[in-house]
């Protein structure tokens, strides 16, 4: 059996599939604003009940992907299929998607079962089908007893879940949520991110978020794709972009890392050296690196080596074996988080490492300080050679 990278959210994972049939699907897509690209020949699928994360910084290209789904913005080349129909043409009321923006955009003199009744008698549904559906959204969002108030009179965290019902309510097959949380605290934040997951498995739809918070795409996602000026740097699920980046932009985009710049001394290929996985040896400026790891490269290469700090041990002893990946240095700076703590070392050339230890214990008989002489190792599997 292959092994995992980091917990399965779900038994759900129809892009492995090859007889899947995307439910979205983005053909050859540009979007040109006169010489500026937004996006570039980008092609994506996303699959039905998938929560698909689009990341990036800010001009990515990420929210104009968004809009053009939603039927706001139009392609300057390629097509947008939803279920095998092309979008072409469609305006955004006839297209089976509803947008949640990050200003929520409540209409402040309703209440809250108003507001979200608005668009469904837009539609011109009956009285009574419209009272049902404000009724099952308030349940799915916990606001039954605020359904008489106005915005004003409601939290941060409230005003979202009712943005939330009432982009609900029409029943979308898509629903598209442009930086949904980013006007709510860290805590609240957190908390609210399973509770939109929770709502998306018991509804059954397709979710797709724009957000450019590492920690929200890799909380909420069944994928992610990360993207930069325009273009798709990876497709992937969270773990498998936090632990296996395919570049350096990638992995030095999610999460904290450490990245060396390398020369490939020794490459084992495909073969087995006395019953252990293939291996890849390295130079970094005196360092010499060991990577458990197949990958096509040859003596001499330039390549990255990449780290994350809660791979790295470090210790104020000096271990047994010093010959691979050891490092020795003095500790230039410390982060503590409360959960565990950051150390920033100072290597004998000036370089700077890190590594995350975990707060397990409250009290220590003797705890890393500034100044000390400390000693890094890390595993043969612990970090990744990126060639690109």
Known sequence: MAKSLGPV?????PWTDPAAVPFIRFE???KRYGDFVAVDNLT???YEREFFSLLGPSGCGKTTLMRMLAGFEEPSEGRILLQGKDLSGVPPYRRPTNMMFQSYALFPHMTVEKNIAFGLQQDGLPKADIAARVEEMLKLVKLESFAK???????GGQRQRVALARSLAKRPRVLLLDEPLGALDRKL????QFELMDIQHTLGLTFLIVTHDQEEAMTVSDRIAVMDKGLIMQVATPAEIYEAPNSRYVADFIGDINILECTVTDNAGDCLRDGHPPAVRLLSD??????????????GDTVGFAVRPEKVRISLDEPEKTGFNTAHGEVWDIGYLGDFS?????????RILRAAQANVSRLVDRPITFGDIVWLTWPLDAGLVLTR
């Open 44 to 46: 994506l699928d996303i």
């Open 9 to 13: 959210k779900r038994k759900f994972s």
């Open 189 to 192: 934040r957190e908390e609210t």
């Open 149 to 155: 108030r106005k915005p004003a009179q409601l939290s």
């Open 28 to 30: 050859n897509i540009t």
């Open 286 to 299: 005196g360092l010499q690196i060991a990577v458990e790891q197949d990958c096509k490269v040859a003596v």
């Open 342 to 350: 950051v150390f920033l070392v100072k290597l004998d050339d000036g």
